[in-house]
């Protein structure tokens, strides 16, 4: 099965910080731009961050710049989202998903990614 194993979620108080992981199960993931998204309770899928092939990377917003670092290693067919100085606005599902360029990641968050994995939960308490 194509899919994404995300991990390293869970509870963190505000200030703190997390290490989310994304690992491709079924094929190899340098030939994608590989994108994390979050879903908060009650509110739409939103795409967060992207790292293109060539390791370029792109934020959803000056915030998420400042906190959030994306970054992939293709030899451990991984991608890795550092996210820093969390807040209770950051507790979401985040999943990671494959496209073909960081083109959508913020427009059409489901429209043009795939092998979405389950997600890893993030809960920040304040």
């Known amino acids: 099965q194509l899919q994404f194993v995300e991990s390293g979620g869970g509870r963190v108080r505000t200030g703190g910080s997390l290490k989310l992981s994304c690992a491709a199960s079924?094929?190899?993931?340098?030939?994608?731009?590989i994108a994390w998204f979050r879903q908060a309770p009650g509110k739409e899928l939103e795409g967060v961050s992207c790292i293109e092939t060539d390791g370029y990377t792109y934020y959803r917003d000056s915030s998420v710049r400042r906190r959030f670092t994306i970054s992939r290693d293709n030899a451990k067919n991984t991608v890795t989202l550092l996210i820093s100085s969390v807040t209770p606005e950051d507790t979401a599902v985040y999943y990671c998903?494959?496209?073909?360029?960081?083109?959508?990641?913020?427009?059409?968050?489901?429209?043009?990614?795939?092998?979405w994995g389950r997600g890893t939960q993030v809960t920040v308490s304040s």
């Open positions: 079924g094929f190899t993931l340098n030939r994608y731009a």
């Open positions: 998903a494959a496209t073909a360029r960081c083109l959508y990641y913020v427009s059409d968050p489901r429209g043009e990614h795939k092998f």
